[in-house]
Nanobody, 126 residues
Framework: QVMLVESGGGMVQAGGSLRLSCAAS????????MAWFRQVQGKEREFVAC????????LYADSVKGRFVLSRDTSNDTIYLEMNNLESDDTAVYYC???????????????????WGQGTQVTVSS
């Protein structure tokens, strides 16, 4: 069974940094685009950033552009989301996702995926 396992969430003060990791349990996902989404209770899940299967292309939501950096280590099937200059509006549960066709590169309004992680909480205090 394919699994995406997130880690690195926690609580940080505004202006601080956190690094999220998402490890894939199956090497099959090396050919998948990967992404991070986030969700606040009572609101829809929203796109944060995505990265191509080979790590050569990335796309970011306007709200995080210039503050978040998404990278991919194909040697250990893990993606990393470096979150800097965090704001209270970044508080959410963050979900890792995998998509065979990289659908988010065709429109970040697409919030579906072939696989989802279990989520990790990020809380930014002001």
């Amino acid at each position: 069974q394919v699994m995406l396992v997130e880690s690195g969430g926690g609580m940080v003060q505004a202006g601080g940094s956190l690094r999220l990791s998402c490890a894939a349990s199956d090497r099959t996902l090396r050919s998948y685009a990967m992404a991070w989404f986030r969700q606040v209770q009572g609101k829809e899940r929203e796109f944060v950033a995505c990265i191509a299967y080979n790590g050569r292309s990335t796309l970011y939501a306007d709200s995080v552009k210039g503050r978040f950096v998404l990278s991919r280590d194909t040697s250990n099937d893990t993606i990393y989301l470096e979150m800097n200059n965090l704001e209270s509006d970044d508080t959410a549960v963050y979900y890792c996702a995998a998509s065979w066709n990289g659908i988010w590169f065709f429109g970040t309004e697409h919030n579906e995926a072939d696989y989802w992680g279990q989520g990790t909480q990020v809380t930014v205090s002001s």
